[in-house]
């Protein structure tokens, strides 16, 4: 598939600016999919095959075809990543057999949606919203990433009507997420830290699903500078938001002997400020 072939030109995208197209065609063939993915487990051990395009991977018309063979000649598990925007064009369906699917969901307003996404232009929010319905009674197990832009889709009411829409959807897990690398439209920027934890708590209350914050997040956890860990936390959460378990875990590797202490001490002081979501507290600076 060409760089960037997608059918929206997202406005917080990395990979910069293309027109969006909508048009299925079949990029590569299956075999050829399957004896790269082949070569790659006899030697890695492997717990999902992910496809995810420079783009959408679901524009390549043979990709239900694709998940089988990974599946039954393969033998391993297979996640899709999609934006989600052509499931309710039979994608849903296609893909249905994936053990992992997730989509992205910024806002089910039409003229906020279109001001983030810039679509390709048969597709509008509400198909767009019928397809997430479509995937989730349909996959095995289905996920949403919202992602949140500064001043566009961010507010209280953003994260009440968008949480009274994933409650009628069958969801695995939700995350909340704002763009972390600058995307092609230079007014694109991350909510302040409190206002995304706001938008997650409204957000997990009125849809019924736990929500993760992945906000400046790693699969590990930040490195402390062990002469001064206390500071060099509060450095990290300037900027990224952590989960007090993330931050626990940090202290503990920096050689903290009592993280749990340190961190209410950098709380009470105000030197960071904590916020529940959910089951889960999250770290934060405001500077």
Not at 16 to 27: F, I, N, T
Not at 180 to 200: D, I, K, S, T, Y
Request: hydrophobic share 40%.
């Amino acid at each position: 598939m060409p760089f960037k072939t997608c059918t929206w030109n997202c406005v917080y995208c990395y990979l910069g600016y293309a027109q969006p197209v909508v048009e299925r065609r079949r990029w590569i063939e299956e075999r050829v999919v399957v004896e790269k993915v082949l070569e790659k487990v006899r030697s890695v051990h492997t717990d999902y095959v992910t496809l995810v395009g420079i783009g959408e991977p679901t524009l390549a018309s043979n990709i239900g075809r694709v998940v089988e063979l990974l599946k039954s000649e393969v033998g391993v598990r297979v996640a899709v990543l999609s934006n989600g925007s052509l499931f309710n064009r039979g994608v849903a369906f296609e893909v249905s057999e994936a053990d992992y699917i997730k989509a992205t969901i910024t806002s089910v307003d039409e003229d906020k949606w279109r001001v983030l996404h810039n679509p390709a232009a048969p597709l509008n929010a509400e198909e767009f919203v019928e397809g997430l319905w479509l995937a989730s009674r349909a996959a095995k197990s289905f996920h949403l990433e919202v992602m949140l832009v500064d001043g566009v889709n961010d507010s209280p009411e953003d994260a009440a009507r968008l949480g009274s829409v994933i409650r009628e959807l069958g969801v695995t897990s939700v995350a909340v997420n704002t763009p972390f690398r600058p995307g092609w439209a230079r007014w694109v920027n991350p909510p302040a830290p409190e206002r995304v934890l706001r938008f997650a708590s409204i957000l997990e209350r009125v849809s019924g699903h736990r929500v993760e914050v992945l906000t400046g997040r790693g699969l590990r956890p930040p490195r402390i500078d062990p002469s001064k860990p206390g500071e060099s936390l509060a450095e990290i959460v300037s900027t990224h938001i952590l989960s007090w378990s993330e931050a626990v875990e940090a202290l503990r590797e920096a050689g903290v002997e009592n993280p749990e202490d340190t961190l209410r001490e950098l709380v009470e002081t105000g030197v960071v400020k904590a916020r529940r979501v959910g089951s889960e507290t999250y770290l934060y600076r405001e500077d």
